[in-house]
């Protein structure tokens, strides 16, 4: 089992940045490819950014590119999610999320998720 719980959230003004952070227990972190995902009201979960074990690979998804980072500490079993730029559109409950097998954009590849974290951007 993975726990995983995230903080950082809260209400910023359009251009302001937030720092998402996902603090994982119960095995080892590094062992676990992670993702970001979010959902915003009335639409469907979907995929923000995603972070091999070693923290070697990342991916984005276009519309977060040049904007979003993730990012790792391993020895801290963290995970985060640099947010700057920040557009109304990227309001939502974001969840991170733990998987075995490898960096993944799909929601269902990944096993353990987080109770969420909300994002509101003002325009």
């Known amino acids: 089992q993975v726990q995983l719980v995230e903080s950082g959230g809260g209400l910023v003004q359009a251009g302001g940045s937030l720092r998402l952070s996902c603090a994982a227990s119960?095995?080892?972190?590094?062992?676990?490819?992670m993702g970001w995902f979010r959902q915003a009201p009335g639409k469907e979960r979907e995929f923000v950014a995603t972070i091999s074990g070693s923290g070697g690979f990342t991916s984005y998804t276009d519309s977060v590119k040049g904007r979003f980072t993730i990012s790792r500490d391993n020895a801290k079993n963290t995970l985060y999610l640099q947010m700057n730029s920040l557009k109304p559109e990227d309001t939502a409950v974001y969840y991170c999320?733990?998987?075995?097998?490898?960096?993944?954009?799909?929601?269902?590849?990944?096993?353990?998720w987080g109770q969420g974290t909300q994002v509101t951007v003002s325009s």
């Open positions: 999320a733990a998987n075995r097998v490898r960096p993944a954009s799909t929601g269902r590849t990944y096993d353990y």
């Open positions: 119960g095995r080892t972190f590094s062992n676990y490819a």
